[in-house]
């Protein structure tokens, strides 16, 4: 079989490579085993470690100390050789020579994928519109309910934030309810209002409210629209209890980084 030249040239360069990869992976634990049977000596002889005799051993550049005697004139080459011989100075050391693999910043923090919600979204502004979709709530939980003991019902709310000290809290604007994954309702409540089969819902027992510091939006209902939201169930002291460790105070984004691997927006 007939090769061109540069094929050729490629294949010969393969071997003298692997030839060089060898070699040095050998001298490498030769100089392991040498440094180890000599250790016992250093004590003993104040000779610098570079100044005495010994037979084959790594480049002087991977040693803490040969860098800098070389760009001081130490060896022939100065500052010239010392540049072109060292490796990259991000690579860390470990004793005498640069073996241990790189370290994360301290900052370092994973970036995950995106969690995305494929679910549809019903919007209500109108009391008609609420009151319709509560309804709807209502007969869904009651008819889970013939077939499972426990259904959650997940409660979020948002309002609009304050900028001036001292000024009064706005009201509760925005509600969001999911009890299943294929829909979730947000309803414009500040225009709304709270129709009576929305007052019906939250303070129906048949089904929990969870949320991350659901117990902050509770109380704003109750001061806000004069709704009782009950019975609760915090999912930050739930994660607590089922993951263990150190006790903290998870928010939403933090808790599903953690159990999904996912971030939300």
């Not at 004793?95 to 301290?106: F, K, T, Y």
């Not at 109380?219 to 263990?244: I, R």
């Amino acid at each position: 079989m007939e090769k061109d030249g540069d094929s050729f040239l490629d294949w010969d360069w393969d071997l003298v490579a692997e030839e060089e990869l060898r070699a040095i992976e050998g001298v490498y634990y030769s100089s392991a085993k040498k440094r180890r049977i000599s250790s016992d000596l250093d004590a003993d002889d104040p000779a610098p470690l570079h100044s005495r005799p010994s037979g084959r051993r790594l480049p002087d550049w991977g040693r803490a100390d040969a860098t800098e005697s070389q760009c001081h004139g130490g060896h022939g080459g100065g500052v010239a050789t010392a540049i072109a011989d060292r490796p990259p100075s991000s690579c860390p050391t470990n004793g005498a020579w640069r073996v241990s693999p790189l370290r994360c910043p301290g900052n370092f923090k994973v970036r995950y994928p995106t969690m995305a919600y494929r679910g549809s979204i019903i919007y209500c502004r109108t009391a008609p519109e609420v009151e319709q979709a509560s309804m709807e709530l209502l007969n869904k939980i009651r008819s889970m309910k013939q077939c499972m003991d426990h259904v959650s019902l997940g409660f979020d709310i948002e309002w609009r934030p304050v900028f001036k000290r001292g000024e009064a809290p706005r009201k509760a604007a925005v509600m969001q309810i999911c009890l299943e994954n294929a829909r979730c309702y947000v309803m414009h409540i500040i225009h709304s209002g709270i129709p009576p089969g929305l007052k019906c819902l939250l303070e129906d027992t048949v089904s929990v409210k969870v949320g991350v510091c659901i117990a902050n939006d509770a109380w704003k209902m109750t001061n806000d629209y004069n709704v009782c939201v009950e019975p609760l169930e915090d999912l930050s002291s739930l994660a607590n209890l089922k993951l263990g460790g150190v006790p903290k105070r998870w928010s939403l984004a933090s808790l599903t980084e953690m159990i999904t691997c996912k971030q939300v927006l």
